[in-house]
């Protein structure tokens, strides 16, 4: 079922309105009740070893709209394994969005497809390793823009490789609030312009840059 077939007090679109979720992507996004069930139909070859449970899916497409990937979010709180993404062959890719993304525009490009979702011409790449999409993107007028997580040596040697490409990047400022991601700033009621506002007035390249994450990691 697609979320906006699903009747009201239905916990998966609970769980979308709760997240902010924008309704014009209520149609793309689906809900399964058996996960595993759904792989094996559709994935035959996944190869995973998963547990029975429901999820909201979220279908990746390419610019030619065919699908690329799939990605389940658990909607158990006390699942360790929330998120789960599934190429459709070997040869796709694993990128949210291309299917809406125009490369002629400056294309902001982020960890997880909800944060994309709170954002003009956007595309994901399920995961911190946002460089696999300079490809497909206009390098010259994009921005890497990854969690707000200081503290998280990953995130920073990714994004150290970005600046070393001298590709754009969004350094977050310290606000009033406590946020990890995009999807955090829309909750504490930061509209798009918002967003985009916060993003390109913290986007950085070359030394600058260099600078302004050093200033901003904690490790």
């Given at each position: 079922y697609s979320l906006e077939n699903l009747p009201d007090g239905h916990y998966a679109r609970d769980y979308i309105q709760k997240r902010k979720i924008p309704a014009k992507f209520w149609n793309e996004i689906l809900f399964v009740s058996k996960f595993k069930d759904f792989l094996d139909e559709e994935f035959p070859d996944h190869g995973k070893e998963l547990k029975m449970d429901s999820r909201i899916v979220i279908p990746f497409y390419d610019a030619n709209k065919k699908l690329t990937?799939?990605?389940?979010?658990?909607?158990?709180?006390?699942?360790?394994?929330?998120y789960i993404t599934i190429k459709a062959d070997?040869?796709?890719?694993?990128?949210y969005g291309l299917d809406r993304m125009n490369p002629t525009k400056t294309t902001y490009v982020v960890e997880g497809p909800f944060d994309s979702m709170f954002l003009p011409n956007a595309i994901a790449v399920a995961g911190a390793n946002l460089t696999e999409t300079c490809k497909y993107i206009n390098n010259d007028v994009s921005v890497m823009v990854y969690d707000n997580e200081p503290r998280n040596k990953d995130i920073i040697k990714q994004m150290n490789k970005v600046i070393d490409m001298n590709l754009s990047?969004?350094?977050?400022?310290?606000?009033?609030?406590?946020?990890?991601?995009?999807?955090?700033?829309?909750?504490?009621?930061y509209n798009m312009q918002d967003i985009v506002s916060l993003i390109d007035n913290n986007t950085f390249r070359g030394i600058k840059a260099k600078f302004m994450l050093n200033s901003w990691k904690k490790v």
């Amino acid at each position: 079922y697609s979320l906006e077939n699903l009747p009201d007090g239905h916990y998966a679109r609970d769980y979308i309105q709760k997240r902010k979720i924008p309704a014009k992507f209520w149609n793309e996004i689906l809900f399964v009740s058996k996960f595993k069930d759904f792989l094996d139909e559709e994935f035959p070859d996944h190869g995973k070893e998963l547990k029975m449970d429901s999820r909201i899916v979220i279908p990746f497409y390419d610019a030619n709209k065919k699908l690329t990937a799939v990605q389940g979010r658990a909607l158990q709180a006390d699942n360790k394994v929330r998120y789960i993404t599934i190429k459709a062959d070997q040869e796709s890719v694993k990128i949210y969005g291309l299917d809406r993304m125009n490369p002629t525009k400056t294309t902001y490009v982020v960890e997880g497809p909800f944060d994309s979702m709170f954002l003009p011409n956007a595309i994901a790449v399920a995961g911190a390793n946002l460089t696999e999409t300079c490809k497909y993107i206009n390098n010259d007028v994009s921005v890497m823009v990854y969690d707000n997580e200081p503290r998280n040596k990953d995130i920073i040697k990714q994004m150290n490789k970005v600046i070393d490409m001298n590709l754009s990047i969004c350094i977050w400022p310290i606000l009033p609030i406590q946020f990890k991601d995009i999807n955090d700033l829309s909750l504490a009621g930061y509209n798009m312009q918002d967003i985009v506002s916060l993003i390109d007035n913290n986007t950085f390249r070359g030394i600058k840059a260099k600078f302004m994450l050093n200033s901003w990691k904690k490790v």
